[in-house]
């Protein structure tokens, strides 16, 4: 029998607080200390809840894998930030999610897309970086065809980088594109790397020999495309 001191729970989760898990099958491995919920598995502890076809907890790791139709919403708070009165949920979808809980890292994959206060993201494979205690957002990786959204911008590359303390975002690509959707005067610009806050319409974007620097008016609310 286990006891309740062999158990790991992810960082991800309260660890003062009592999980709940909800499927159609329970298959319990106590050689690997595995834990498969199949069918329908929801998972789910106060402003927390994973739904997937399938949730495997690893008992001795802490370590969650989620295959299949992966929703997730979870409160992420961020350095410095203070509390909400009201905090704002992050939802993602996804075919996958790695949680690893010796890295506090929350891998996404598969037409991973990811919403809330932060923004909206779209990509490959969006990676979250959490702090030892869980629940505190210290960086996001986003990869492949990358598409960030906050108000009237958006931007277009193919890796994203996130820096929570700072609420600043760097994006590359082939190039990186922005559009400011401001009308009536919407633009386009395009280069190498982009730079913006996570508040403000400000961005920067810098130039390469490769993908030099152009700006020019566009139409707004187009999408990707030449001048």
Known sequence: AKTEGAVKMPSLLKQDQPVNVKSNRLNYDGANSLAVYDGNARLWQDDTTIRA?????????GNLHATGNVVTSMVLTEPGAKPAAAPQPTNTTAEELLYEDARHRATYTGKAHMSGPNGDVTAGKIE?????????????????????RQDLRRAYGQHL???????????????????????????????????????????SVRGSEAFPHKSGTAVCGAGPGSF
């Open 53 to 61: 076809d399938k949730i495997t907890l690893n008992d001795k790791t």
């Open 128 to 148: 979250l970086f959490l702090a030892e205690q869980g629940g505190q957002l210290e960086r996001a990786e986003a990869d492949g065809d990358v598409v960030s």
């Open 161 to 203: 980088t996130y820096h929570a303390k700072e609420e600043s975002y760097t994006m590359t690509g082939s190039p990186v594109k922005v559009y400011d959707d401001t009308a009536p005067n919407c633009r386009v610009t395009e280069g190498a790397v982009a730079t913006f806050q996570r508040n403000g319409s400000a961005s």
